[in-house]
């Protein structure tokens, strides 16, 4: 079977804007990620085998003098070295274990130095659910020109609702071929006028970003708080991630994620240095009606205009609840959207699949003790990690 992955930007940039910030803050630092099968699917048999096949061709796959240029131009944030670092960058087969046990199912750990192995999570994922739809039968029923409608007409909808909207759906898209049809056609639709009152902002695809001369979009995720939490405790690493990060990058990449231990604790800790030095917040679980209402209450109590502040809806959305949210912002915040499934995934006759890999385990150094690194969110069906700690956490915080 051909190589699913076979380019090193065929990555979201918070990959590589998360690796900087690690060889920067923790370069000694080791982990472990785990794969999270939310739907506990049964993969046919031989399926891990097709997989690892995938994971050892990820050997070849190293970054282009092409690839360069375009991070360089389009993420000045990233020092020089930094690229002469990726260019030296090998994904190392070794780091991933995979197991598929006799009822189907998928046991999948990434084990290595964290600015390594943080590469695998867009690559794994997104081969899995190619693979998934291929030996579903899935590809030999797929309509490219329904498809290619379809794409359109969401793009319009998008574009008349006046969301200012983004693709992030690298890691769950049925396809490499129709996420690029996807971003091919959104960006035609949306240069046919000039005077859409939406706007389609880019992709997180780094590599699909450079092939269509977009900007490719995305800041970090939760695991840089998610590890920090052993490293300064659970009410103070939002704090520290902020700090470090606007350390890091120097007042870019300013939009932050801040559901990783539920918002309570970070409502509760945000100060008004680090509410000003960030452009805006990431609302990537909960109930965004709520989530938006806390926001602006907890700008207000800062002495900031809501109003000035960026805030991106990324939940699982689809178009309908992404312009429900924007007519309920109205103008109140800076609104902007990042969909993924329902964009890269939303094909007549398939079901889209529900896959994660998170951090599950880390330390500062190889010298150092390992400690459970976990996730609460704001939606109980997003908590991963180990229960005992999960339940700890909860208690100690105060949550449900």
Same mark, same amino acid.
């Given at each position: 079977?051909?190589?699913i992955?076979?380019?090193?930007?065929?990555?979201?940039?918070?990959?590589?804007?998360c690796q900087?910030?690690?060889l920067?803050?923790?370069?000694?630092?080791?982990?472990e990620y785990?794969?999270?099968?939310?739907?506990?699917?049964?993969?046919?048999?031989?399926f891990g085998?097709?997989?690892?096949?995938?994971?050892?061709?990820?050997?070849d796959?190293?970054?282009?003098?092409?690839?360069?240029?375009?991070?360089?131009?389009?993420?000045?944030?990233?020092?020089l070295w930094?690229?002469?670092?990726l260019?030296?960058y090998?994904?190392?087969?070794?780091?991933?274990?995979?197991?598929?046990?006799?009822?189907?199912?998928?046991?999948?750990?990434?084990?290595?130095?964290?600015?390594?192995?943080?590469?695998?999570?867009m690559?794994?994922l997104?081969?899995?659910?190619e693979?998934?739809?291929?030996?579903?039968?899935?590809?030999?029923?797929?309509?490219?020109?329904?498809?290619r409608e379809?794409?359109?007409?969401?793009?319009?909808?998008?574009l008349?609702?006046g969301?200012?909207?983004?693709d992030m759906?690298t890691?769950?898209?049925?396809?490499y071929?129709h996420?690029?049809m996807?971003?091919?056609?959104?960006?035609?639709?949306?240069?046919?006028?000039?005077?859409w009152p939406?706007?389609?902002?880019?992709?997180?695809?780094?590599?699909?970003a450079?092939?269509?001369?977009?900007?490719?979009?995305?800041?970090m995720?939760h695991?840089?708080?998610?590890?920090?939490?052993?490293?300064?405790?659970?009410?103070e690493?939002?704090?520290?991630v902020?700090?470090?990060?606007?350390? @890091?990058?120097?007042?870019?990449?300013g &939009?932050?994620?801040y559901?990783?231990?539920? =918002?309570? #604790?970070?409502? $509760?800790?945000? %100060?008004k240095?680090?509410?000003?030095?960030?452009?805006g917040l990431?609302?990537?679980?909960?109930?965004?009606?709520?989530?938006?209402?806390?926001i602006?209450?907890?700008?207000?109590?800062?002495?900031?205009?809501?109003a000035?502040?960026?805030?991106?809806?990324?939940?699982?959305?689809?178009i309908?609840k992404?312009?429900?949210?924007?007519?309920?912002?109205?103008?109140?915040?800076?609104?902007?959207?990042?969909?993924?499934?329902?964009?890269?995934c939303?094909?007549v006759g398939?079901?889209?699949?529900?896959?994660v @890999?998170?951090?599950?385990?880390?330390? &500062?150094t190889?010298?150092?003790?390992?400690? =459970?690194? #976990?996730?609460? $969110?704001?939606n %109980?069906?997003?908590?991963?990690?180990?229960?005992?700690?999960?339940?700890f956490?909860?208690?100690?915080?105060?949550?449900?």
């Open positions: 079977m051909k190589q992955v076979n380019r090193l930007t065929d990555n979201d940039l918070y990959t590589f804007t900087y910030y690690i920067e803050k923790y370069p000694r630092a080791e982990v785990t794969f999270f099968d939310r739907n506990r699917e049964q993969y046919p048999e031989g085998a097709l997989l690892q096949e995938q994971v050892d061709g990820m050997a796959v190293v970054i282009s003098d092409e690839e360069v240029e375009f991070m360089k131009s389009r993420c000045s944030f990233l020092p930094y690229f002469t670092f260019k030296g090998r994904f190392n087969p070794s780091e991933v274990s995979i197991d598929q046990d006799e009822a189907g199912y998928l046991s999948i750990t990434v084990k290595g130095k964290w600015f390594s192995t943080i590469m695998w999570e690559p794994l997104s081969t899995i659910s693979l998934s739809h291929i030996l579903k039968g899935d590809m030999e029923r797929y309509d490219a020109s329904l498809e379809r794409a359109a007409a969401k793009t319009r909808q998008i008349e609702g969301l200012i909207l983004g759906g890691r769950r898209r049925f396809s071929d996420q690029e996807v971003i091919a056609v959104m960006k035609e639709v949306y240069e046919s006028r000039h005077n939406g706007k389609f902002t880019g992709t997180s695809n780094v590599w699909l450079m092939k269509y001369g977009l900007l490719p979009l995305g800041t995720s695991q840089l708080i998610s590890f920090e939490e052993n490293v300064s405790g659970v009410f690493c939002n704090y520290n902020m700090k470090k990060f606007s350390d @890091v990058y120097d007042g870019d990449n &939009i932050f994620l559901d990783c231990f539920g =918002d309570k #604790v970070f409502f $509760s800790n945000l %100060s240095r680090m509410a000003m030095m960030y452009k990431r609302v990537d679980s909960g109930d965004e009606f709520e989530q938006t209402e806390k602006i209450s907890k700008y207000r109590e800062l002495g900031i205009d809501p000035t502040k960026q805030v991106v809806y990324s939940n699982g959305l689809d309908g992404a312009i429900e949210i924007h007519n309920y912002c109205n103008g109140r915040v800076q609104d902007s959207y990042g969909v993924g499934t329902f964009l890269t939303d094909v398939c079901e889209p699949m529900n896959i @890999v998170k951090l599950t385990r880390g330390r &500062i190889e010298l150092r003790e390992w400690h =459970d690194c #976990v996730k609460l $969110s704001c %109980s069906t997003k908590v991963l990690g180990n229960h005992a700690k999960c339940e956490l909860k208690h100690v915080l105060g949550l449900e």
